[in-house]
């Protein structure tokens, strides 16, 4: 119990220190600035929602707020998006990362105008369960901003404050430790102003209460902080050590009971030199799947003279699903020696002629970081004399100029190459 929010008096004072900091010191963001301006529950719903989508594929706003004015400016309504081209919001989520999002992101608006009357749902419990790609932060978010649900939301931010605030060094990946926190956000939440709140809490994390160097000396809720507590006491005691002075008994902010599943384990004890940064703790993370593909950047003369370079769509699931990228093929463990001659089978499948292995012009390697693949694309160039016919029979392809290629739906990893 003592990891947890029992005490509704220090529960209000938390509320309104967050608010009131909140009031004071929100960054001026798009998506705020339209939620608060439109009056219509279902827009608000749609700009909270594209801006939880982009902002979950990467922590560096400033990129977000670029893509998300574009697309806001693209599709300004979710019939807009129900309308468009899953190349089209691929070309404009290309960069992101965690491109099925994208496309379920419109998924789930052609759902929502073809299934649901145009309506939004208007709960957390709904939106999880009838939108696809939507889960429970995200619908946390969308129905406390949005239209004012009292609900709570737990993303990597709220994470990071809470298991400070609360001392919590159990793996905050786990299920049990996402359990209680998810609990606590409920049990938190201001139940006049939940998104306000909520976005309170994301905020301190982003801005003040971050992974390294947090500035605790800001933090609106420092009086509140367990963690922060255990460093001013264990500076107290070090500094009576120093005088010689009899040193203070070192109350601990853990629980102090065998087996709590929210403690830190005994194996990894409080590292003073971290400070607050003990917190939170996480699994070691899983090692990505290594993969090596073959690539090759077919070239020919257009019809004006500029270089035209051959491009294929991908399936329509799967990694990068509906991307286009330079013909490539998976090279299976002891086929690197032969690459060449697999690379130019592979060819001879999309250009329909005989494709000679040594013309094959070895360029480099590149090297993408998917969140669970790491790829090398060993990169080959091959210049094509005459027209080549493209069997149409085959999945999409087409020839481009430089510019229509950077116009295209291609993955960042296809730029490098």
Not at 14 to 37: E, F, M, S
Not at 51 to 58: D, K, V, Y
Not at 214 to 230: D, I
Request: charged share 20%; glycine share 8%; net charge neutral.
């Amino acid at each position: 119990a003592r990891h947890l929010f029992t005490d509704p008096a220090e529960i209000e004072a938390l509320r309104g220190n967050l608010l009131a900091w909140y009031d004071r010191c929100k960054r001026d963001l798009p998506w705020r600035t339209l939620a608060a301006t439109e009056l219509d529950a279902d827009r608000r719903a749609y700009a909270v929602w594209v801006s939880e989508i982009m902002l979950q594929q990467t922590q560096q706003v400033a990129t977000v707020i670029d893509y998300y004015n574009r697309w806001m400016q693209k599709w300004p309504t979710l019939q807009a998006l129900a309308q468009a081209s899953l190349e089209e919001v691929n070309e404009l989520w290309a960069g992101l990362g965690y491109y099925s999002r994208g496309k379920r992101l419109q998924e789930a608006a052609r759902k929502v105008v073809s299934e649901l009357a145009g309506q939004m749902p208007r709960t957390a419990e709904d939106l999880q369960k009838l939108l696809p790609g939507v889960g429970r932060y995200t619908a946390g978010a969308i129905a406390s901003i949005s239209y004012g649900q009292a609900t709570g939301v737990v993303d990597g931010n709220v994470i990071r404050v809470l298991c400070r605030l609360r001392c919590i060094g159990a793996d905050s990946s786990s299920p049990a430790v996402i359990d209680r926190l998810w609990d606590m956000a409920n049990a938190l939440v201001d139940g006049s102003r939940p998104g306000d709140f909520n976005q309170a809490l994301m905020e301190l994390g982003a801005t003040v209460c971050v992974p390294k160097a947090p500035l605790c000396g800001e933090c609106p809720v420092k009086q509140h902080c367990r963690a922060r507590r255990r460093v001013e006491k264990e500076l107290a005691f070090a500094s009576q050590k120093l005088l010689g002075k009899a040193a203070p008994v070192l109350d601990v902010e853990d629980c102090g009971v065998g087996g709590c599943p929210l403690c830190p384990p005994a194996t990894e004890p409080w590292d003073s030199s971290l400070g607050v940064t003990n917190f939170p703790r996480k699994a070691a993370k899983k090692q990505p799947r290594v993969v090596q593909m073959a690539t090759c950047v077919l070239e020919r003369r257009g019809c004006h003279g500029a270089p035209e370079y051959l491009i294929v769509q991908r399936p329509n699931s799967g990694l990068l699903a509906g991307f286009w990228e330079f013909p490539s093929i998976p090279l299976a463990q002891g086929l690197q020696e032969k690459q060449r001659e697999v690379l130019a089978d592979h060819l001879q499948a999309w250009t329909g002629q005989p494709m000679a292995a040594g013309g094959l012009r070895f360029i480099g390697e590149v090297v993408h970081i998917f969140s669970h693949i790491h790829q090398t694309y060993v990169v080959y160039s091959l210049p094509l004399d005459g027209d080549v016919t493209l069997d149409p029979a085959l999945s999409p392809s087409r020839w481009v100029t430089e510019e229509e290629f950077h116009a295209s739906a291609v993955s960042t990893a296809m730029k490098k190459v």
